[in-house]
């Protein structure tokens, strides 16, 4: 029996694989790189002296870790936009899957894509704008 994937299938199974990556990457972080390794300063700050789109995205993840919502907004909203996108695809999903009533599954849409542009855009901005006119440090 040949059954074809829809893409929900395939962002699933994709989904299930980065969820396993970014837990042993975050665990690798906190008991390896925190405690041995010193991490380097964004290039782009350091010598063009602005903030990069990225800017910020680790301390978000680690302040998300330790469960200062707020926080990690402040550093990058990116890190909670994608765990409330990716993480409500992949529990109703997941529920779907498991046969439970009355839940249906995320479907990928293009608007979620285009969101994260434009939080990547307006955190970018607005990072900069607040150290160029203010002089405010993230």
Not at 22 to 42: N, Q, R, S, T
Not at 76 to 96: A, D, K, N, R, S
Request: hydrophobic share 50%.
């Amino acid at each position: 029996m040949n059954k074809q994937h829809t893409l929900e299938d395939n962002l699933f199974r994709a989904g299930l694989w980065i969820t396993a990556a970014v837990c042993l990457g975050v665990a690798f972080y906190f008991e390896v790189l925190l405690k041995y390794v010193e991490i380097p300063p964004c290039v782009l700050f350091t010598y063009l002296h602005i903030y990069c789109p990225g800017c910020g995205g680790t301390r978000a993840v680690e302040a998300l870790v330790h469960g200062h919502m707020l926080e990690s907004v402040w550093y990058h909203p990116i890190v909670l936009y994608t765990v409330l996108i990716f993480g409500g695809f992949m529990l109703t999903q997941g529920l779907e899957r498991a046969g439970i009533k009355h839940i249906r599954g995320w479907k990928f849409h293009n608007w979620q894509l285009y969101g994260a542009i434009v939080v990547l855009v307006c955190n970018f901005l607005i990072k900069n704008l607040l150290r160029w006119i203010l002089g405010i440090t993230i």
